[in-house]
């Protein structure tokens, strides 16, 4: 039984931490919490046949948050993102502006107008005096952060997805379209490439 215990206590928790260190989503995240409390209920167990009082009072513990995080993002934040897709779906139905939520822009594909990944946006730049978005910043290239390139995005021109994805038209190529603005973000939307500030 111990050594059972071992083994799924090793593969849950690793299995949870990809599953939340890729940050695919409110599900994604919550299920990984679940599997998660699965590897420290393991651990317990493992505790228990042999005798570590220390891997037990961690795994109990740690037992604890994951319960936490289930709550989280299977509960609240899960409970959340249906309210925004609700709103969403029912703009579309009634004679009203369509909606978009606002919390899917962190994260969204920039897309070109065929449908192809042009980069993801990473974060938005908004006005205190207005609230209104000055720039979008959207990450290029790279892998897992390394290597990517920054560029502000003029979320006037921006067109919403009915699946998330983000678009401007006429943008085909971030790199020559859009200025960059590499780790030093600016204080306002910078001029577009070629084009006078």
């Known amino acids: 039984m111990e050594q059972a215990a071992g083994w799924i206590a090793s593969a849950a928790t690793m299995i949870a931490a990809m599953m939340t260190a890729a940050n695919l989503g409110t599900r994604v995240t919550g299920w990984g919490f679940a599997v998660f409390a699965i590897g420290s209920v393991a651990w317990v167990t493992t505790a228990v046949y042999s005798g570590q009082t220390s891997l037990l009072v961690t795994n109990a513990f740690l037992l604890l948050v994951n319960a936490i995080g289930v709550w989280r993002w299977l509960g609240r934040q899960a409970r959340y993102e249906d309210g925004g897709t609700a709103a969403e779906k029912r703009s579309q139905r009634e004679p009203v502006p369509e909606l978009f939520a606002l919390s899917r822009l962190a994260g969204?594909?920039?897309?070109?107008?065929?449908?192809?990944?042009?980069?993801?946006?990473?974060?938005?730049?908004?006005?205190?005096?207005?609230?209104?978005?000055?720039?979008?910043?959207?990450?290029?290239?790279?892998?897992?952060?390394?290597?990517?390139?920054?560029?502000?995005?003029?979320?006037?021109?921006?067109?919403?997805?009915?699946?998330?994805?983000?678009?401007?038209?006429?943008?085909?190529?971030?790199?020559?379209?859009?200025?960059?603005?590499?780790?030093?973000?600016?204080?306002?939307?910078?001029?577009m490439p070629g084009r006078a500030p």
């Open 108 to 191: 969204a594909d920039l897309v070109d107008e065929a449908g192809g990944k042009l980069g993801r946006i990473v974060d938005a730049m908004a006005r205190r005096d207005n609230g209104r978005p000055e720039y979008l910043v959207v990450a290029v290239g790279g892998l897992g952060g390394v290597g990517e390139r920054l560029f502000a995005l003029d979320p006037a021109r921006l067109r919403f997805g009915e699946g998330g994805e983000v678009s401007m038209a006429g943008l085909d190529d971030p790199a020559s379209q859009l200025p960059e603005i590499g780790e030093s973000w600016p204080a306002q939307l910078p001029p």
